[in-house]
């Protein structure tokens, strides 16, 4: 039997409203700092004004913008960096997510933590640009065969790479699907609408309604939906940033159907207006019904959707959030795989898996730092 | 005067730790959930955290975690400890029997991973009239002997591992937690303070023995923060007497540093919270090996007072 504080949603409502919910407890000022980190937003909690909070939730407020604040000096650093390694490639190198929003300071920027830098560069360009960046110091971290297969044959990107020094890791990209998805964009058209970067030549951003898309199908065709809350606010944000511009949702629509990307499109579209209140007008609404789901599966979705969207926490009104998650997984992948290479790729990683289990010691460690 | 951990008796406090709940206590400046079924790990709470007081119901909680037991997957008759926070599993399990000192790194990583307002360093600190020594220095260099053998000597404990530097005033604040040491030391400091109060103590862990002592009466509830006076680098060598080798100040600065938390995260401005800190130590190396003539070097220091 759970404490009845427990099953309140707090983050959900802090997001919509940019602010908490008046008159709470402090033992509801922690449940709303533990949802929100365990939905990865406790940076973008953090960047609400905190003035009339108690002073145990600004000390983790002024902890989650410490880290934010550090990513946005390492990013513009590394971008430095990245210039200068790609500057012979001859073709566009394009941010993509957290590193695309920070670079143009957008509103979905603001207290994102993120792990890696996405890079997108042309196909024919890809071998080029990775042995450029490895004679910058940026190592593939890969050194398995099935790895290295399994990323150049199918996926759309390269092995991570890391620095050796810095640490810091790439991915980049030559597309935003699997080569094996069912749907995917012509990665050419992905070149169309490029932003360049203020103060960095060569290097761009996609346009505004590629980029809302790619975020839109990265939360709505992903295989790791325990960050959906905080993906689909990235998404609000965004769409609440560029309806300012004339045509926007009329650009979005037909970029979707452009990039072979409508499915995604719908269900973003769906439920930011529905969980976060992102103010999208009907009629783009019933024109991006089309491209969902028939009812039965729709249906289904939704009861998906709706519990994997909620925060994350181990509490019963979370009961069906597993199940919803593993549908997920085995969606993402049917989407992303023909059956076959699915079925051979989840043995190989299910063996792997037995022979060697990988993760983190807790013996306290200090950290070696470098550079 | 607030009710600890040890008003509730051993089933009570076991009660709560198995309830949804937990064992809510305040190890200053943080507030604890603990949860655990695990009657070791119940048993070593109730008495390493005795002196720790109990908070409300309803009070604001840092962190909510828990050490369970758990079947390994694929060899199911093999039982491990797992720590959880809010529901997470950050690190891999470790053996049953180890539960106790995996749920005090758990905590230990809470705080340096999190805990930002704070330049975090991996230090022992300890205060004698108003003035706190800092003991920069990886596992294995004799830090936590030290640490033990001052504050079971009249020195009061601000933390054994986790120095946490308030950025606004430069002085460390309080994290008393329980004394941690290993292998050949717990010896040593049970022969020098025999009042010490052993915890809990596990064999065969990566580390080898580890035991976990209560800290000194008077250290848990003082949450007055410190300026510090002297950062020193202690190293045990078997057999030395107590002897001090001075640094300059830019070596007590790298010092810091290199064993800092989160100096990076805070960039510019840690490098100038590490500079005023400094600026106002003392900073040498320390060799010793008998902990009573580490105490009464430490001793005559504080009472004469910086002496550059």
Same mark, same amino acid.
């Given at each position: 039997?759970?404490?009845?504080?427990?099953?309140?949603?707090?983050?959900?409502?802090?997001?919509?409203?940019?602010?908490?919910?008046?008159?709470?407890?402090?033992?509801?000022?922690?449940?709303?700092?533990?949802?929100?980190?365990?939905?990865?937003?406790?940076?973008?909690?953090?960047?609400? @004004?905190?003035?009339?909070?108690?002073?145990?939730?600004?000390?983790?407020?002024?902890?989650?913008?410490?880290?934010?604040?550090?990513? %946005?000096?390492?990013?513009?650093?590394?971008?430095?960096?990245? +210039?200068?390694?790609?500057?012979?490639?001859? @073709?566009?190198?394009?941010?993509?997510?957290? @590193?695309?929003?920070?670079?143009?300071?957008?509103?979905?920027?603001?207290? !994102?933590?993120?792990?890696?830098?996405?890079?997108?560069?042309?196909? /024919?360009?890809?071998?080029?640009?990775?042995?450029?960046?490895?004679?910058?110091?940026?190592?593939?971290?890969?050194?398995?065969?099935?790895?290295?297969?399994?990323?150049?044959?199918?996926?759309?990107?390269?092995?991570?790479?890391?620095?050796?020094?810095? *640490?810091?890791?790439?991915? %980049?990209?030559?597309?935003?699907?699997?080569?094996?998805?069912?749907?995917?964009?012509?990665?050419? *058209?992905?070149?169309?609408?490029?932003?360049?970067?203020?103060?960095?030549?060569?290097?761009?951003?996609?346009?505004?309604?590629?980029?809302?898309?790619?975020?839109?199908?990265?939360?709505?065709?992903?295989? $790791?939906?325990?960050?959906?809350?905080?993906?689909? /606010?990235?998404?609000?944000?965004?769409?609440? &940033?560029?309806?300012?511009?004339?045509?926007?949702?009329?650009?979005?629509?037909?970029?979707?159907?452009?990039?072979?990307?409508?499915?995604?499109? &719908?269900?973003?579209?769906?439920?930011?207006?529905?969980?976060?209140?992102?103010?999208?007008?009907?009629?783009?609404?019933?024109?991006?019904?089309?491209?969902?789901?028939?009812?039965?599966?729709?249906?289904?979705?939704?009861?998906?959707?709706?519990?994997?969207?909620?925060?994350?926490?181990?509490?019963?009104?979370?009961?069906?959030?597993?199940?919803?998650?593993?549908?997920?997984?085995?969606?993402?992948?049917?989407?992303?795989?023909?059956?076959?290479?699915?079925?051979?790729?989840?043995?190989?990683?299910?063996?792997?898996?037995?022979?060697?289990?990988?993760?983190? /010691?807790?013996?306290?460690?200090?950290?070696?730092?470098?550079? | 005067?607030?009710?600890?951990?040890?008003?509730?008796?051993?089933?009570?406090?076991?009660?709560?730790?198995?309830?949804?709940?937990?064992?809510?206590?305040?190890?200053?400046?943080?507030?604890?959930?603990?949860?655990?079924?695990?009657?070791?790990?119940?048993? @070593?709470?109730? !008495? %390493?955290?005795?002196?720790?007081?109990?908070?409300?119901?309803?009070?604001?909680?840092?962190?909510?975690?828990?050490?369970?037991?758990?079947?390994?997957?694929? +060899?199911?008759?093999?039982?491990?400890?797992?720590?959880?926070?809010?529901?997470?599993?950050?690190?891999?399990?470790?053996?049953? $029997?180890?539960?106790?000192?995996?749920?005090?790194?758990?905590?230990?990583?809470?705080?340096?991973?999190?805990?930002?307002?704070?330049?975090?360093?991996?230090?022992?600190?300890?205060?004698?009239?108003?003035?706190?020594?800092?003991?920069?220095?990886?596992?294995?260099?004799?830090?936590?002997?030290?640490?033990?053998?001052?504050?079971?000597?009249?020195?009061?404990?601000?933390?054994?591992?986790?120095?946490?530097?308030?950025?606004?005033?430069?002085?460390?604040?309080?994290?008393?937690?329980?004394?941690?040491?290993?292998?050949?030391?717990?010896?040593?400091?049970?022969?020098?303070?025999?009042?010490?109060?052993?915890?809990?103590?596990?064999?065969?862990?990566?580390?080898?023995?580890?035991?976990?002592?209560?800290?000194?009466?008077? /250290?848990?509830?003082?949450?007055?923060?410190?300026?510090?006076?002297?950062?020193?680098?202690?190293?045990?060598?078997?057999?030395?007497?107590?002897?001090?080798?001075?640094?300059?100040?830019?070596?007590?600065?790298?010092?810091?540093?290199?064993?800092?938390?989160?100096?990076?995260?805070?960039?510019?401005?840690?490098?100038?919270?590490?500079?005023?800190?400094?600026?106002?130590? $003392?900073?040498?190396?320390?060799?010793?090996?008998?902990?009573?003539?580490?105490?009464?070097?430490?001793?005559?220091?504080?009472?004469?007072?910086?002496?550059?």
């Amino acid at each position: 039997v759970s404490h009845p504080a427990k099953l309140r949603d707090l983050l959900t409502p802090t997001l919509v409203a940019a602010r908490p919910p008046g008159g709470l407890t402090g033992r509801e000022w922690s449940l709303l700092v533990r949802q929100a980190r365990a939905a990865g937003l406790l940076g973008r909690v953090a960047e609400l @004004a905190d003035t009339d909070w108690p002073p145990a939730a600004q000390a983790h407020a002024a902890a989650a913008r410490a880290v934010t604040q550090a990513q %946005v000096r390492e990013i513009h650093r590394e971008v430095g960096h990245l +210039r200068s390694a790609l500057s012979t490639l001859g @073709a566009p190198v394009v941010l993509l997510k957290g @590193a695309a929003y920070s670079m143009l300071d957008l509103p979905s920027a603001r207290g !994102r933590v993120f792990s890696d830098i996405d890079l997108l560069v042309p196909r /024919s360009a890809l071998s080029r640009a990775e042995s450029l960046l490895s004679m910058a110091g940026w190592m593939t971290t890969s050194h398995n065969d099935y790895d290295q297969r399994y990323y150049r044959q199918w996926a759309h990107e390269l092995p991570p790479m890391e620095h050796v020094h810095r *640490r810091t890791t790439i991915d %980049v990209h030559h597309n935003l699907l699997p080569q094996t998805a069912r749907t995917k964009p012509e990665a050419e *058209r992905l070149f169309e609408h490029l932003v360049p970067v203020p103060g960095h030549a060569g290097v761009f951003t996609l346009g505004p309604a590629d980029m809302v898309l790619h975020s839109m199908t990265h939360l709505f065709i992903n295989d $790791d939906t325990s960050h959906a809350l905080r993906d689909l /606010s990235d998404i609000d944000l965004l769409l609440r &940033h560029f309806a300012r511009e004339d045509g926007f949702w009329r650009l979005l629509l037909a970029r979707a159907v452009d990039l072979q990307l409508t499915r995604p499109c &719908h269900y973003a579209l769906r439920y930011t207006a529905e969980v976060l209140g992102t103010p999208v007008p009907p009629m783009v609404l019933s024109a991006a019904a089309r491209y969902g789901p028939p009812s039965p599966v729709g249906t289904v979705m939704r009861w998906v959707w709706k519990r994997v969207l909620s925060p994350p926490s181990s509490t019963p009104s979370h009961r069906g959030g597993s199940l919803a998650r593993w549908l997920l997984l085995i969606r993402a992948h049917w989407l992303r795989m023909p059956p076959g290479l699915l079925f051979r790729h989840l043995v190989i990683k299910a063996l792997r898996l037995h022979l060697r289990g990988k993760g983190r /010691s807790a013996e306290l460690q200090t950290t070696v730092r470098e550079g | 005067v607030s009710r600890t951990v040890k008003h509730l008796g051993a089933s009570e406090c076991a009660r709560r730790l198995g309830s949804s709940g937990g064992l809510r206590l305040r190890a200053a400046p943080f507030v604890l959930a603990v949860r655990s079924r695990v009657p070791a790990v119940q048993a @070593a709470v109730h !008495r %390493v955290y005795a002196d720790y007081p109990l908070v409300d119901d309803d009070a604001f909680v840092d962190f909510e975690v828990e050490v369970q037991w758990q079947r390994h997957g694929l +060899r199911p008759w093999r039982q491990l400890a797992v720590f959880r926070l809010d529901g997470e599993e950050p690190f891999n399990p470790l053996p049953a $029997d180890q539960a106790f000192p995996l749920l005090e790194w758990g905590i230990n990583w809470c705080v340096y991973s999190m805990c930002h307002q704070y330049l975090i360093v991996h230090a022992a600190v300890l205060e004698r009239g108003g003035r706190a020594v800092l003991l920069p220095a990886p596992s294995g260099s004799g830090k936590s002997t030290l640490c033990a053998a001052l504050a079971f000597s009249g020195w009061r404990l601000l933390s054994d591992e986790l120095a946490l530097i308030d950025p606004a005033s430069g002085q460390v604040v309080p994290h008393p937690r329980p004394i941690s040491l290993k292998n050949a030391s717990i010896d040593v400091i049970r022969t020098h303070a025999p009042s010490a109060k052993l915890g809990s103590m596990v064999a065969d862990t990566k580390k080898g023995v580890v035991a976990h002592f209560s800290p000194p009466d008077g /250290s848990v509830d003082d949450q007055r923060p410190a300026h510090p006076a002297w950062v020193v680098v202690p190293r045990y060598v078997a057999g030395a007497s107590a002897c001090r080798l001075d640094l300059e100040r830019a070596q007590g600065f790298m010092t810091l540093v290199e064993n800092s938390f989160n100096y990076d995260v805070l960039g510019a401005r840690g490098f100038e919270i590490i500079a005023a800190v400094v600026d106002h130590c $003392d900073c040498f190396e320390f060799e010793y090996s008998s902990p009573t003539e580490a105490v009464a070097f430490f001793n005559s220091l504080s009472v004469t007072g910086t002496d550059k």
